[in-house]
């Protein structure tokens, strides 16, 4: 950090804020109420907490949570909080007091760092990458050292010049946030135009055809076909079963890996399916008995369609194009393989990533955040299909929208990675001292550092509070108590 400008100093955190103190300036009744602050409540990258739901403070005081007040800055210690950039200035907190999650860090500034200033730093994704390089533990539940956030350096300007440089810097962040939320409002109605685009091909609608009349509807079969779209004439209803071979995939034998008769070939998962594309950065690999191989071995043209997971997985899926030879699919997984002649693959898949969205979740099985369809259901999905005239041209007419979507995309994609490197370089900018003119009359911060020092000596410190030792009979008894703005009572969100 050379070369700051004068009046700065380059100083430890440690010296700047108190971590973890561990007692509120002013100690609240235990009738009051307290805000009560999750790590979800602590919004990723934006400064914002949400501080609303709260709690009788003699409730919860006796648990093993964070206490911290209005004003301090929290600080995310674990992965991938900190990663995500869960950073904040405690504010909005009921009765100015809060207590939270054991995996932030509170930091209390003793005077010389102003807290939007202190936040703004750490939420830097320099300092993130090097709090990230420093993190210790076992993976998946990495944390933040304490002594890495004392030793951290912060360059303090004086106190009046963070001020200035936080009113700039909210003034230019404002302006890029806007933009980014224009941006992120786009590329959702890219979607929405996107998902309209292949359901408009798939039955028949992108051609305005006049024509349309309600096609035969095919036999229920057990499903639920809700209302089905009229089709053009010549058009036709059919079940997946009628027009395709339809399969599951391999279940992976942990047993049997070893056997040396099996031979090791790539195998598609559900995360490799995506809705209309094919992610294969990480293929993963299996051993199967060889016959079982070429059973399962995918073909140019096969539709893949995802048998469950997550909501949105349901029935997503795209076209095999022989991308990895050799390579057979995961139980989770559908195979369609399309009879010669009878309907395009991609007149399939996008169909089954319009219409079927609603259709599979309406015919799946359902539970809180997971969904799956069988097998037998899968080869249920209604599928229209076009005279083989008409497909080439429909397909044709379908890209050069979805083409034109795609650049779309790609400026959008662009303009936000162009809005992270402005946000990236604004920041590097106000903490090297050159985002605002420094005022020779501000007290330096080398100066405002040692007046605090002198200061806090002077005030002798706080006696201890005499801690009896608690029986079981003391301890406050479950549920808490958990209080919102209206009031309601409800179980702490811890």
């Known amino acids: 950090m050379n070369g700051l400008p004068n009046g700065w100093a380059t100083v430890p955190l440690g010296e700047l804020v108190t971590i973890n103190p561990r007692r509120f300036d002013t100690t609240p009744d235990d009738a009051e109420v307290v805000s009560v602050v999750p790590m979800a409540s602590v919004e990723a990258e934006t400064g914002r907490i949400d501080a609303t739901k709260g709690a009788v403070f003699g409730d919860i005081k006796q648990r093993s949570l964070t206490p911290f007040q209005e004003g301090d800055v929290l600080f995310a210690k674990v992965t991938p909080c900190m990663e995500n950039g869960k950073v904040a200035v405690a504010r909005g907190l009921i009765g100015g007091r809060a207590l939270g999650s054991t995996e932030l860090y509170a930091l209390r500034s003793s005077g010389a760092v102003d807290p939007e200033y202190l936040a703004s730093f750490l939420l830097q994704p320099s300092v993130r990458k090097d709090a990230e390089r420093h993190m210790t533990g076992a993976v998946g539940l990495r944390r933040v050292p304490r002594a890495y956030l004392e030793s951290l350096l912060v360059p303090l300007p004086p106190l009046a010049e963070q001020r200035r440089i936080i009113d700039i810097l909210g003034n230019h962040l404002s302006v890029l946030d806007s933009g980014v939320a224009q941006l992120s409002a786009l590329a959702v109605r890219v979607n929405r135009f996107r998902d309209q685009v292949m359901l408009a091909a798939s039955t028949g609608q992108l051609n305005l055809r006049s024509d349309r009349v309600t096609s035969f509807r095919p036999a229920s079969a057990g499903v639920d076909d809700g209302e089905l779209p009229p089709l053009p004439e010549a058009w036709k209803w059919m079940r997946l079963r009628e027009i395709a071979d339809v399969v599951g995939g391999i279940t992976k034998d942990s047993k049997r890996q070893s056997d040396p008769s099996?031979?090791?070939?790539?195998?598609?998962?559900?995360?490799?399916?995506?809705?209309?594309?094919?992610?294969?950065?990480?293929?993963?690999?299996?051993?199967?008995?060889?016959?079982?191989?070429?059973?399962?071995?995918?073909?140019?043209?096969?539709?893949?369609?995802?048998?469950?997971?997550?909501?949105?997985?349901?029935?997503?899926?795209?076209?095999?194009?022989?991308?990895?030879?050799?390579?057979?699919?995961?139980?989770?997984?559908?195979?369609?393989?399309?009879?010669?002649?009878?309907?395009?693959?991609?007149?399939?898949?996008?169909?089954?990533?319009?219409?079927?969205?609603?259709?599979?979740?309406?015919?799946?099985?359902?539970?809180?955040?997971?969904?799956?369809?069988?097998?037998?259901?899968?080869?249920?999905?209604?599928?229209?299909?076009?005279?083989?005239?008409?497909?080439?041209?429909?397909?044709?007419?379908?890209?050069?929208?979805?083409?034109?979507?795609?650049?779309?995309?790609?400026?959008?994609?662009?303009?936000?990675?162009?809005?992270?490197?402005?946000?990236?370089?604004?920041?590097?900018?106000?903490?090297?001292?050159?985002?605002?003119?420094?005022?020779?009359?501000?007290?330096?911060?080398?100066?405002?550092?040692?007046?605090?020092?002198?200061?806090?000596?002077?005030?002798?410190?706080?006696?201890?509070?005499?801690?009896?030792?608690?029986?079981?009979?003391?301890?406050?008894?479950?549920?808490?108590?958990?209080?919102?703005?209206?009031?309601?009572?409800?179980?702490?969100?811890?």
């Open 262 to 494: 099996f031979v090791e070939v790539p195998y598609l998962r559900v995360a490799n399916v995506q809705r209309a594309y094919l992610d294969l950065a990480e293929v993963a690999h299996i051993r199967v008995a060889p016959q079982k191989a070429e059973k399962l071995r995918l073909r140019y043209g096969d539709v893949l369609l995802n048998e469950g997971g997550d909501r949105d997985k349901l029935g997503r899926g795209w076209i095999w194009e022989d991308q990895v030879p050799g390579c057979i699919h995961q139980n989770h997984v559908f195979r369609a393989r399309i009879s010669d002649g009878v309907l395009h693959p991609k007149l399939l898949a996008w169909h089954a990533n319009g219409f079927g969205r609603r259709w599979f979740e309406v015919n799946g099985l359902q539970s809180v955040n997971l969904a799956s369809i069988s097998l037998r259901k899968m080869k249920e999905f209604p599928v229209p299909v076009p005279p083989l005239v008409e497909q080439a041209s429909l397909v044709e007419l379908a890209e050069k929208y979805l083409s034109l979507l795609d650049g779309m995309e790609k400026a959008i994609e662009s303009a936000r990675r162009k809005g992270v490197g402005l946000r990236t370089a604004l920041l590097a900018t106000a903490f090297a001292g050159r985002l605002v003119p420094q005022d020779p009359n501000d007290e330096p911060a080398s100066e405002l550092l040692a007046r605090i020092k002198v200061e806090r000596a002077a005030v002798p410190p706080k006696q201890r509070e005499a801690r009896g030792r608690r029986t079981q009979k003391d301890k406050p008894a479950p549920p808490t108590r958990v209080i919102g703005r209206d009031y309601q009572q409800g179980e702490l969100p811890l």
